[in-house]
């Protein structure tokens, strides 16, 4: 099992819809989690990090942490053609100083 | 405020070559971690430093090595190169204090190994 799993995708969602990402890892442990965008040819961009359960808003972003499930998640609202690239999913563990990444979901926001 | 830095900014090497790679953090950040990320995956951890000492290590061999300055500057270099070696590299540098905390990325090195 991969310490951090994402669906590849790629998602394709219409412009003003919510975008529903989802992100599962395996360290129980685990206390923080971040979710980077990332464009072609670019370098991971911080959108959001979360370390409680529940929901955290920022804009059009929410991310949602349930512990219990090993499971966050991130919302897009109003989805716009920038917001088309690839989002990582990055969890720290609780057993050494590292952040693992998740592969990556692909989003493409249509017209 | 000048964002983490990175140089060269591309890099072509041959088989066998060594390589290093520089990185100067966001001013006032003391942990520096580097990353491989080859195309269509997600970055992979290879080093943390926090305050000049090795925090963490990831699964890479040991052609890999790094180091930190005392200006928190960082430089990862890679001997013995391999055509697999080719991939982004990335420095992220994170607030102080704590090791694990949010981390924010450079440019990258686009590393391509012929």
């Known amino acids: 099992q991969k310490e951090v799993e994402q669906n590849s995708g790629p998602l394709s969602v219409p412009e003003g819809a919510i975008a529903s990402l989802n992100c599962t890892y395996s360290?129980?442990?685990?206390?923080?989690f971040f979710w980077y965008r990332q464009y072609s040819g670019k370098s991971p961009e911080l959108i959001m990090s979360?370390?409680?359960?529940g929901d955290k808003e920022d804009g059009r972003f929410t991310a949602q942490l349930n512990k219990a499930s090993q499971y966050v998640s991130l919302l897009i609202r109003d989805s716009q053609p920038s917001d088309s690239a690839t989002y990582l999913c990055?969890?720290?563990?609780?057993?050494?100083?590292?952040?693992?990444f998740g592969s990556g979901t692909r989003l493409s926001i249509r017209p | 405020d000048a964002g983490v830095t990175q140089s060269p900014t591309h890099l072509i090497k041959t088989r066998g070559q060594q390589v290093t790679l520089r990185c100067s953090p966001i001013?006032?950040?003391?942990?520096v971690s580097w990353y491989q990320q080859v195309l269509g995956q997600g970055p992979q951890f290879i080093f943390q430093?926090?305050?000049?000492?090795?925090?963490g290590r990831g699964n890479f061999p040991d052609r890999f090595s790094a180091r930190q300055f005392p200006n928190y500057s960082s430089e990862l270099n890679v001997n013995a190169l391999l055509l697999g070696d080719s991939a982004l590299y990335l420095c992220?540098?994170?607030?102080?204090?704590?090791?694990?905390?949010?981390?924010?990325f450079g440019p990258g090195t686009r590393l391509t190994v012929l």
């Open positions: 360290d129980r442990g685990s206390q923080s």
């Open positions: 001013s006032g950040h003391k942990s």
């Open positions: 992220a540098s994170s607030s102080p204090g704590v090791s694990t905390d949010t981390q924010y």
């Open positions: 979360i370390y409680s359960n």
């Open positions: 990055a969890v720290s563990l609780s057993s050494a100083s590292k952040i693992i």
């Open positions: 430093y926090y305050e000049k000492e090795e925090r």
